[in-house]
């Protein structure tokens, strides 16, 4: 497993959280197409932000072995990113259109 695949499970993973909050939260929903942009953006914003504390993809891949409790971490944070990048969006436009 090479550092762009993990990259890659993050993002999908990010887009799954983002999708799962607006269809279980319709008050949060921007429809799929949003959510999934949403979910993108979230998630690599957060694997970005979060990733320095060590779980990466490159460091997940480190010295050519998988380290499974880093990448469970890397998808956690992926999928939280896209959960909270919904509601975080959606408070902000309920915030403009006022």
Avoid: C
């Amino acid at each position: 497993m090479t550092a762009t695949l993990i990259s890659l499970l993050s993002v999908l993973t990010g887009i799954i959280g983002a999708n799962t909050t607006g269809f279980i939260f319709k008050k949060y929903s921007f429809g799929i197409v949003g959510n999934t942009i949403v979910g993108v953006f979230g998630s690599i914003f957060f694997i970005k932000l979060f990733g320095r504390l060590g779980f990466d993809p490159v460091s997940i891949v480190q010295l050519e072995s998988i380290n499974f409790e880093l990448l469970f971490l890397n998808l956690m944070v992926a999928f939280l990113g896209g959960v909270v990048a919904v509601i975080l969006i959606k408070k902000l436009q309920l915030l403009m259109n006022k």
